[in-house]
């Protein structure tokens, strides 16, 4: 079983166009992060939220706690934004967690085409 | 730069040798972590320390798996007897992390890709 599920997988889209990112989990958190990952490995955190919305720059980030559901969103993308955006979530502390780790998801590889 | 930093960036090993991988944190961050991302994969925890002390560890971190943070600044992973399977991207992470169970943004380093032939 994968706690964090993440859609789509593959997204391949134009650039302008408004991206969104889905991501699910199945256990109490403390927290949800997104993260961009470059090739070669290099990792962003881009968000951490627990509650409500954040946003910066082109970047929108919403999390609904009753529904475990969180995405990601991305205005006028640029192929610059191409990468793998992961979702993580910090199990929370009724779920055998703690300050813990994080739990990943598999990524959305982006591809962002001029 | 006062990112996080992990020593060397590439090793290439032969089965049963053991390797070691060095990290060193923003300096100030209490918390340090360290994870495994194998091709395709989302990364996995692996272990982590709050300051010099070893908090958690994931069953995926079996007995050849030994990590270190002696005076709660850089820290080490030895794998021992290295295996065709430990082949994977070996990445450190740190946080500010005060207190135990608070939140806290996450910074990674570039990470050790480790290939065992």
């Known amino acids: 079983k994968n706690e964090v599920e993440q859609s789509p997988q593959n997204l391949t889209a134009q650039e302008g166009e408004f991206i969104t990112i889905n991501c699910s989990y199945s256990?109490?958190?403390?927290?949800l992060h997104w993260l961009q990952q470059h090739p070669g490995g290099g990792i962003v955190s881009l968000f951490m939220?627990?509650?409500g919305k954040k946003k910066h720059g082109r970047l929108i980030a919403t999390i609904n706690i009753q529904e475990k559901h969180s995405s990601l969103h991305i205005t006028a993308s640029h192929p610059r934004d191409s990468a793998v955006y992961i979702c993580a979530v910090e199990p929370g502390e009724y779920s055998g967690g703690g300050a813990d780790g994080l739990t990943f998801g598999k990524g959305t590889h982006l591809i962002i085409q001029p | 730069d006062t990112g996080v930093s992990q020593n060397p960036r590439h090793k290439i090993t032969k089965r049963g040798q053991n390797v070691t991988f060095r990290c060193d944190p923003i300096?100030?961050?209490?918390?340090l972590y360290w994870y495994r991302q194998t091709l395709g994969q989302g990364p996995e925890f692996l272990t982590y320390f709050q300051n010099e002390a070893q908090l958690e560890k994931s069953r995926l971190l079996s007995d050849r798996f030994s990590a270190e943070r002696p005076k709660g600044s850089f820290s080490t992973l030895e794998i021992q007897r290295t295996e065709q399977g430990d082949s994977a991207m070996y990445l450190c992470a740190s946080s500010f992390g005060v207190q135990v169970g608070s939140t806290d943004t996450q910074y990674f380093g570039p990470g050790t890709r480790l290939t065992v032939l």
């Open positions: 939220l627990s509650s």
């Open positions: 300096s100030e961050h209490n918390r």
């Open positions: 256990v109490g958190i403390s927290a």
